[in-house]
């Protein structure tokens, strides 16, 4: 499946990204770009559309710390919500981990069989 498994295959994603955004092999990747290119929405959640008053206290003031992000998977378009109340450093982590590559990866030719939305 993989040359050396999954790790090598992420790192291969990694520079396959870093090339089409024209940044060294070595270069920060910062999750934000990386998002806009892969046409991934980044909301918090107060931005989402909809959201009850009741939600987002839940979600903010009454237990912050029960999450950090969720990606959704709607039609063609994708988007990861994450928690506001979370630093900077933290929100940019949840991204890069809450499959801001995986969840466009069914739209990609570089698909793993281990990531469906």
């Given at each position: 499946m993989y040359d050396?498994?999954?790790k090598s295959w992420c790192e291969k994603v990694a520079l396959q990204q870093r090339r089409e955004l024209l940044l060294r092999p070595?270069?920060?990747l910062d999750p934000l770009t990386l998002a806009k290119h892969l046409d991934i929405l980044v909301w918090t959640a107060d931005e989402v559309p909809g959201v009850s008053h009741q939600a987002l206290r839940v979600l903010t003031e009454e237990d912050p710390d029960?999450?950090?992000a969720v990606t959704l998977c709607a039609g063609?378009?994708?988007v990861?919500?994450?928690?506001?109340?979370h630093r900077d450093g933290r929100r940019a982590s949840d991204i890069m981990h809450e499959p801001i590559s995986l969840s466009a990866m069914n739209q990609?030719?570089?698909t793993s069989p281990m990531m469906d939305c």
């Open positions: 050396r498994g999954f070595t270069a920060p029960s999450w950090s063609t378009k994708d990861i919500i994450v928690n506001p109340k990609r030719e570089w």
